[in-house]
């Protein structure tokens, strides 16, 4: 007689899932784990830069802060240092690190929180540029930009009545910018940003890149010119131009308010 074979176990279809998912989250936890090396592995020589900075500043080591600078900013590093001592102590720790293109220079920031001589603890932003080594070209302190040597020089305002109202030219230029060489000509590169308000404090006019200049010159001098049409319904009391010119190679970046009185 014929004997019944016994029915093979069935697999429990909860456990292919449970293998399934933990493939998936292990492959995802290797791509996540690959890219976080990537950017460690990327940004490892602006880290180190940095790091040499934050260490010279602590220990006041100009020469070595300076080295770690560039050409621009380095004169400066003395008396940044001694206007306030205390933000530079010895204890420091990396906290955020990025890297980008911008108009074909590398560009990297690197973010540390910094524990000074008062007991205090103050947020740094070092902006870096790969010139043949990357150089500190621009440093904040609890987003408040230091030792900066963007300035604004030449300021001129023209006001002519128009047949719509009046309309005001801002001319002004940015010395110190970092260049390129260009043959006998050096190459800039920056972008200005307005924020135009009005006598009651109301915006009028808001362009993060209201004008980029990207040309050589004999001279690393950005000059802006800028016409603004200001309403005849409107145009009386003081008007305020905001603007912010960032330097796309050497990373730094200068504010100011321009203001104008109308009629």
Known sequence: MA??????????????????????FLLGGLGVGGCLMLIF???????????????AMGAADFPGAKAACDTPIAGNIEALHKSDPAVWGKSWSITGRNIAMNNGVSTAV??????????KTRGVELTLVDHSGWKVTSIKVDGV????????????????????GWEAVV??????????????KKRIAATEGVVVRGPDGKEL???PDFKTLDDAAPDPVAIFTNTFTIPEAIAKGTFVVHTTVKDHIGGATVEKDIEFSLP
């Open 41 to 55: 592995k990327v940004t490892k020589a602006p880290v180190e830069a940095s790091e040499k900075f934050l260490t």
């Open 171 to 184: 001319k002004f230029e940015v010395h110190g910018l970092r260049f390129e060489p260009r043959g006998e």
């Open 110 to 119: 690197v973010t540390a929180s910094l524990n000074g001589t008062d007991n």
């Open 3 to 24: 004997q019944m074979q016994p029915a093979p176990a069935r697999s429990n279809p909860l456990k292919w899932i449970l293998i399934g998912c933990f493939g998936v």
């Open 145 to 164: 930009p230091v030792g900066g040597v963007l300035e604004f020089r030449n300021i001129n305002i023209t006001k002519t009545k128009t047949a719509e």
């Open 205 to 207: 006019l808001k362009n």
